[in-house]
Structure formats: structure tokens, C-alpha cells
């Protein structure tokens, strides 16, 4: 009696693990935005703003529970018929793997986005305090000198150099996206691991149906190329900035930032994007290769660096603010036009959308960073459309 032939399913390749991954991000997306409008009705438009990030991540624990956790595949992994083993030996994974992997893949970037910056606050305060140290030292030692008459000069401690450089380059050292980048790089060149949490938990991709030798699959290999180059154009720069510096190392120590001055070297823009606060320290931009974390609705810092990174001035303040009461502040703005339908109180800095709404500068801003349209007739508009009223 003879026996079926069999064969070995192969594995996935790059470009239809990446397709699948796109369908997968459309599909948590489409999730995303029935789970932010019932939140919205229920709870109210303020509310699901505050609270979008923990809205998105219940949407993707959602989408990932009802497929790969139960041991099913998800919607982008039937659309490119593969499926998920466990490494090298094309078994299906156990429960305990598939779990670990949606929660390191989903609450590891959150839990991030809510301990590093809380680590870089006490980790920052430590180099501050250890620099002062060394700078009263340094201080003492050349007023020593000076009275003994010596005229050589104090070279800076080795360790407060070191102090010093970790203080500045603070934000690149403790971002991951340069880990990130690694491992897309390596993506890219041996088309297994998209995501880091799936290398960390050895899953890859099989296909389930039979691959013709004649079926020739392109690779990626030319992104690795780049991202590789562009990472070490990165190190190059910074190791010229770092080893050789505008002011020697034989004057005084580098003082640390007052109580009165912003110590953060970086700041959030766009979508979340980590941008270097110091036109010099160009590595801090390598979180520019990945969307950073964004941090928690209740952090106060982002704002201020902000406006340091764009060099306006921050005001404490609406310049125009229709909740005090005075009916004289833009009187042309009548009855219940002078609240804001998404925070219910008085206009503060009163802006217009496209469609002729009109919102809380603040309100309607941080609403279009998130969806862009308009919260009530839906019109498309962006934060480049919103107009700030005067007068």
C-alpha cells in the first residue's frame, strides 16, 4: 500500500509576513474606532480623548485574543495563508507562548511609554547631583591652585567626563527604538521575527499551501542595506561629536541644568516621534526610525519641551478666555456658541475647523492629533486647517 506523498511547508517570506502584519493593523484599526465611538457616547468625547491610548491597546488585546490567543489565525494571516509555528520545528505553539507573545507585543510599549520617563526623572537628578559634586570639587582645586601659585591647568576627572556624556546622550540610551532598528535590519536580511516580541518568543511563519520552485519571492535585503547605513552614519556623527568636542576637557566641568531650566533633551512631536531638543546630539533622532511611544495624557513635560523645541513662548494662560464671565471678550460669539462641545465649558483660545466649528484651541488640536476631522459633522480636517480666532 503506498503512501501519500508528503512535503515540508515552507517558510513565509518577507513581503507577505509584512502584508499580513498591514491587514492585521487595519483590522485593529477598524476595532479601534467602533470601541472609541461607543466610548464617546457613553462617556463622552473628553473622556475617550484622555483616555485613547488605553482605548487602543484594549482594542488590540481584543483583536489578538479573539484569534491568536484561542489558538485561531488572524484575519491578515488567512489573507496571506500562513501560519504562526514555533520556531525552526513548525509546531503550532502552546498557550503559554501564544499569551506571552500578545502581551509583551501589546503591554510592552505601553508599560514603556509609562516607566521611562519616570526613570530618566531619577536617573537625570543622580548625574545632575553627581556633576555638582564633581564641579564643586574642580572649583576647590583650582582655587587651591591658584593660591599656590600653579598655573597648570586641572584636567576634568575621567568619571565626570563619563557623568557628563551619559547625562546628555540620557534619552538615546534609554530608547529602544535603536533595539528596534536592529531588529528590523535583521528582518529585512533573513525575513523571519518581524516584530521583536516574536523573536523573543520564537514564532515565525509557514505557508500552508505548496510554493512552485518557479515561484520566485523577493526579499527586503535592500532596506536592511539602508537601515543599516543609516545606522552607522548615526554612530559615525556621534562619535565625532563625542571625541571631538568644541570645548576641551581640561576646563571647567559642565554645569548641570538649574531647578529653573528644562533638563529634557528631547521632545515629542508628530505622532509621538522623539526629536533631539540639541541640534548637535543627532543620535538622540534615531527614534525617528520608529513611532516612540506616546506618553500618558497626564504627563506635563511634553508641552514645555514643545515649546522649547519650537522656540515660542509658553503661556500659562488662554489669551482669550470665554469662561471668565466677561461677555466683552469676542462679543460677536453669542449664547451657547461660547462653549465648547468637547470640554462643555467657556471657549479658551477659540479656533475654527473647516467646516465652521468652533472649539477650544487645545481641545480641538490634541482631538485632530488623534482623529482628524471634525468631532461633529466629521469633516475631514487636520491640525494645519484649524484656524485661531482673534479679536
Known amino acids: 500500500m503506498s503512501s501519500s506523498p508528503t512535503y515540508t511547508y515552507p517558510f513565509a517570506t518577507s513581503p507577505d509576513i509584512i502584508r499580513s502584519h498591514q491587514k492585521d493593523a487595519y483590522f485593529s484599526g477598524v476595532l479601534l474606532e467602533q470601541l472609541s465611538t461607543i466610548l464617546r457616547k457613553v462617556k463622552g468625547a473628553r473622556y475617550a480623548h484622555t483616555y485613547t491610548s488605553e482605548t487602543r491597546i484594549a482594542s488590540e488585546l481584543l483583536y489578538l485574543g479573539l484569534t491568536t490567543l484561542i489558538g485561531n489565525r488572524t484575519l491578515g494571516e488567512e489573507y496571506c495563508d500562513i501560519v504562526q509555528v514555533e520556531g525552526e520545528h513548525g509546531r503550532l505553539p502552546a498557550l503559554g507562548r501564544r499569551a506571552g507573545y500578545i502581551l509583551s507585543c501589546v503591554l510592552g510599549p505601553y508599560g514603556l511609554a509609562k516607566i521611562l520617563p519616570t526613570f530618566r526623572k531619577r536617573i537625570r537628578a543622580k548625574l545632575e547631583a553627581k556633576l555638582r559634586r564633581y564641579s564643586r570639587q574642580h572649583a576647590r582645586a583650582q582655587q587651591q591652585a ?5 598655573t597648570k591647568p586641572i584636567s576634568t576627572p575621567l568619571s565626570a567626563r563619563l557623568h557628563a556624556y551619559l547625562l546628555r546622550n540620557l534619552d538615546t540610551i534609554t530608547s529602544p527604538a535603536p533595539l528596534y532598528a536592529l531588529s528590523l535590519a535583521t528582518f529585512y536580511f533573513s525575513g523571519s521575527y518581524y516584530h521583536l516580541s516574536k523573536r523573543l518568543w520564537n514564532l515565525r511563519y509557514i505557508f500552508t499551501r505548496r510554493v512552485a520552485d518557479s515561484d ?150 490634541d482631538w485632530a492629533r488623534e482623529k482628524p476631522e471634525c468631532p461633529l459633522c466629521r469633516q475631514a480636517c487636520g491640525v494645519a486647517h484649524i484656524l485661531p480666532l482673534r479679536g
Open 146 to 150: 591658584k593660591e599656590s601659585g600653579t
Open 216 to 365: 520566485n519571492r523577493a526579499g527586503y535585503e535592500v532596506l536592511g542595506v539602508l537601515l543599516v547605513l543609516q545606522m552607522a552614519v548615526q554612530a559615525y556623527l556621534h562619535l565625532q561629536s563625542t571625541l571631538s568636542p568644541s570645548v576641551p576637557n581640561t576646563g571647567a566641568l559642565p554645569t548641570p541644568a538649574s531647578s529653573t531650566t528644562p533638563t529634557t533633551t528631547s521632545a515629542l512631536v508628530g505622532g509621538g516621534v522623539e526629536v533631539s531638543l540639541d541640534p548637535n546630539a543627532y543620535t538622540a533622532n534615531n527614534a525617528l526610525l520608529f513611532d516612540a511611544p506616546t506618553l500618558p495624557p497626564s504627563s506635563t513635560s511634553a508641552p514645555h519641551d514643545l515649546h522649547r523645541w519650537t522656540h515660542t513662548p509658553a503661556t500659562t494662560t488662554p489669551a482669550y478666555d470665554l469662561a471668565d464671565g466677561n461677555d466683552s471678550t469676542m462679543a460677536w460669539i453669542e449664547g451657547g456658541n461660547r462653549k465648547c462641545t468637547l470640554c462643555l465649558d467657556g471657549l479658551k483660545d477659540p479656533s475654527v475647523t473647516t467646516c465652521g466649528h468652533v472649539f477650544c484651541w487645545s481641545c480641538i488640536s
